[in-house]
């Protein structure tokens, strides 16, 4: 049985209704968006987005929409929860509830993300990230003992608690001199590797190995 509508009511569903359209356009196609109007139970679902469930407008309240109608003080959001749609893929749940200015439940905003689709990606990327076999003697991407650099760099920082990027001139000076001392300057393109991680030019660095 329908509710009559207060303006204030009409005015909130009305709202509701954009804010589900634009959830809907930026979550898609992962996240099914619906709107439930708790005014009309027999009639709850008022708008659905990027429809994941197989429902249509016009079907009744759940009965999460049921509790929250009998109860004022049911929990207004619950996010989250573990939820599975009719076919049996697995789901991810938040039920937002919507109070009139009397304190009473006359919506719900609820977004449900198919899981299977993650878990899908996350499988494909397990699989591109997977290696296998070992590596060639000597075998590296990284051409001049660059990383090499940047590790003894960040481990400096570390030292100070800060990042290469963030010390101040006289510790940056102290860094070079460490890697001076450690035979690091004589590695090609040492220069230009220290100079990017600093954040600063070549010629600074040159004047930090003086």
Same mark, same amino acid.
């Given at each position: ?7 204030? +009511?009409?005015?909130? /569903?009305? +709202? ?9 356009? &930026? ?10 109007? /708790? ?7 008022? #708008? ?5 469930? *197989? ?9 999460? *929409? ?9 929990? $207004? ?6 939820? $599975?749609?009719?076919? *049996? ?21 609820? =977004?449900?993300?198919?899981? &299977? ?11 591109? #990230?997977?290696?296998?076999? $070992?590596?060639? #003697?000597?075998?590296? /991407?990284?051409? *001049? ?29 102290? =860094? ?10 004589? =590695? ?6 220290? #100079? ?7 010629? &600074? ?6």
């Amino acid at each position: 049985m329908t509710t009559p509508r207060t303006p204030e +009511q009409a005015l909130l /569903l009305e +709202q509701l209704r954009h804010i589900a359209d634009g959830l809907g356009r &930026t979550l898609a196609p992962f996240c099914e968006v619906v709107v439930h109007d /708790l005014l009309d139970p027999d009639q709850a679902v008022l #708008a659905i987005h990027n429809n994941l469930s *197989g429902r249509e407008a016009g079907q009744p309240a759940t009965a999460l *929409g049921l509790a929250r109608i009998l109860d004022p003080g049911y929990e $207004q959001v619950i996010a989250n929860y573990p939820n $599975q749609f009719a076919d *049996g893929r697995q789901a991810k749940s938040t039920s937002i509830g919507i109070k009139d200015g009397e304190g009473r439940y006359i919506a719900a905003l609820c =977004l449900n993300v198919d899981l &299977t689709l993650f878990q899908g990606f996350q499988g494909m990327l397990d699989r591109f #990230a997977a290696v296998s076999g $070992q590596t060639p #003697a000597h075998e590296s /991407l990284d051409a *001049g003992g660059a990383d090499t650099i940047r590790a003894r760099m960040d481990a400096f920082a570390a030292r100070l608690a800060t990042t290469p990027r963030a010390l101040r001139p006289e510790d940056r000076r102290a =860094l070079v001199q460490e890697l001076k001392a450690a035979g690091l300057l004589d =590695l090609r393109r040492a220069m230009e590797t220290i #100079a990017a991680h600093l954040g600063v030019s070549r010629a &600074t660095v040159y004047s930090y190995a003086k």
